[in-house]
């Protein structure tokens, strides 16, 4: 989807964002990208990481709010915050120290919206896919081959002028929502969105596709799956999933803008199908029907007999103002699909306050933008289906369908489950207590489900000598910006993030830590963006593997910033 402050891009000096008026999904608000100033932006503006600081510190809001710059770190350099990473497999940070930053101020290091796969065929082969800001754009996989210990960069070829590219490659300049998707045979699929930001009142968008067939190691050229040259569609959120034979599936959110781009008509789930491994592909097919038009946040998964399921936060029939997850199923290769609701999804426009920043939802004492888009995966030894989402329903307010947001948000995630993909349980909430979780990934395999997310429980409490889980900054040292000697704390309540699972090995009724200490979301993208998604697996033994966007950075060699940190757990 179109966002202000970013296209979930793994690029390097790339936009942040393209702000659009389109706002999808129900009615909800996190769909809706407005300017700074709270009016609907020009389809043509476009935001460089500075950009956007200068954006944001102008909003009238801006002295009542916290913002942390990809180069302000004042806080951050005085103290040592956080101990050294742990060694060998727990969290490995990947992709820190391979590549020389461009610019040299360490403004541009960030990786997140991560993705965790593990190859059918060796589970020791663990692959993980992030946005990477270090360079210019480029497609970037990190792979292990000893179960996670450690891992390798992996430049993929083609995808840009600076990597070979040719055909309509040779015209993208960004692109962002990696995806991994292994098949059931070994072989590998790297999928993400490619833009080109030369049109100054439009741009071109498309989805595209690489294969590796040794695990990451090396890869083939991509192939251009959709391109949509005119300003009339967008193309958002891709995912990818893979079957036996040959199958390979990507769905995705197309947005139809109107003529020109004049306005949001809708957002439909759509797909395409490749029947050779991803060499050619099909037309784009409709996922969502007529009755879900307002769509985001697919996640494909294949079952063992072949079947395809697509899960996706849509409109409730009959009621745009409310959201639902919905289920469509295809049992004909991903050429036809029947739809059904599943669960509501708590996150209208009374759920939750809204960043300044974007204008999106956030959690109470936070700023980055949230979602309660799903996560489906499906157990290849017993084809268990498994979705998983995150909401405020606890909210009062929220749950009894409030026009406006009000008290402390108590987002929890959900998990429905099944044997069949018909017969579904009702949502049941897994997680507890008053702290925020968000973000959930799910991952299946053995008989094991297992659900990763981020977390405040163990967030420490600031306190009046004590800010490091606290929302201050200090503004220095960005070139060409006002300096200022004052730290501004505005608040003592806790805002350090976790990531941690719950399985059901145990019914869910414990959780498992896998960070090993709580770190500061606020130091990048003025604190309003950590990525969209996180990332689980489970191997045939019944490990759990996850991966998430850290805030540590390698202590006492770089200031913290957002990294990509690989957990391994049993």
Not at 136 to 159: E, H, N, R
Not at 217 to 225: D, E, L, Q, R, S
């Amino acid at each position: 989807m179109r966002k202000l402050m970013s296209l979930s891009l793994f690029v390097l000096l790339l936009v942040l964002g393209i702000p659009n008026p389109a706002q999808a999904a129900g009615g909800t608000t996190h769909f809706k990208a407005l300017g700074p100033d709270k009016s609907q932006a020009r389809d043509d503006a476009l935001f460089y990481p500075n950009d956007f600081e200068a954006a944001a510190a102008a909003h009238p809001d801006a002295n009542n709010l916290v913002f942390f710059s990809l180069c302000r770190r004042a806080p951050f350099t005085s103290v040592t915050l956080y101990s050294p990473l742990s060694a060998g497999n727990a969290d490995a940070v990947v992709g820190d120290t391979t590549f020389t930053l461009v610019d040299g101020t360490h403004c541009y290091e960030p990786q997140n919206e991560q993705n965790i796969v593990i190859s059918p065929t060796n589970h020791q082969n663990i692959v993980t896919s992030a946005n990477d800001y270090r360079y210019g754009f480029q497609a970037l996989i990190y792979y292990s081959t000893d179960g996670g210990k450690t891992f390798s960069d992996v430049l993929l070829p083609g995808w840009d002028p600076a990597t070979g590219a040719t055909g309509l490659f040779k015209h993208v300049q960004a692109g962002g929502d990696p995806v991994l998707a292994f098949a059931p045979d070994g072989t590998l699929y790297y999928s993400a969105l490619v833009y080109d930001f030369s049109y100054p009142n439009r741009t071109p968008s498309g989805v595209a596709v690489a294969a590796s067939h040794d695990g990451g190691a090396t890869w083939g050229a991509p192939v251009m799956v959709h391109y949509d040259a005119a300003n009339n569609f967008f193309n958002d959120k891709e995912w990818i999933a893979a079957g036996a034979g040959g199958n390979v599936y990507v769905t995705w959110t197309l947005f139809n803008q109107g003529p020109h781009g004049t306005g949001y008509i809708s957002s439909n789930i759509v797909e395409a199908v490749s029947h050779d491994y991803g060499r050619t592909w099909s037309s784009p097919i409709a996922v969502s029907d007529g009755v879900h038009f307002s769509d985001q946040g697919s996640s494909p998964a294949v079952a063992p007999d072949g079947t395809l399921y697509v899960a996706y936060e849509g409109n409730q029939a009959g009621d745009v103002t409310r959201d639902q997850i919905v289920l469509a199923r295809s049992t004909d290769g991903g050429h036809t699909f029947t739809n059904v609701e599943l669960g509501r999804v708590y996150d209208d426009v009374g759920c939750y306050p809204l960043n300044v920043a974007q204008g999106r939802q956030r959690l109470s004492f936070e700023q980055f933008r949230i979602n309660g888009f799903p996560s489906l995966a499906i157990d290849p030894t017993t084809g268990g289906l498994a979705i998983a989402w995150a909401d405020d329903q606890n909210n009062a307010g929220c749950a009894n369908g409030a026009a406006k947001f009000s008290g402390v948000t108590n987002n929890q995630v959900k998990l429905i489950t099944s044997g069949d993909g018909t017969t579904w349980t009702a949502p049941r909430q897994i997680t507890s207590g008053a702290n925020d979780k968000v973000y959930p990934a799910v991952g299946a395999n053995d008989g094991r489900v297992a659900v990763g997310y981020y977390t405040r429980d163990y967030s420490p409490v600031p306190t009046a000598s004590d800010h490091a889980c606290g929302r201050g900054f200090l503004d220095t040292a960005d070139p060409g910006y006002p300096a200022s000697t004052t730290v501004h704390y505005t608040d003592l309540n806790p805002v350090c993030l976790d990531y941690a699972f719950s399985s059901s090995t145990d019914g869910y009724a414990s959780e498992t830590r896998v960070s090993t200490q709580s770190s500061n979301p606020y130091i990048q993208f003025s604190g309003s963006f950590i990525g969209d998604y996180t990332g689980v697996a489970v191997d045939s033994a019944g490990g759990v593997h996850a991966a998430w966007t850290d805030f540590r950075g390698l202590p006492g060699a770089t200031t913290p910033n957002q990294d990509t940190v690989v957990g391994n757990a049993h």
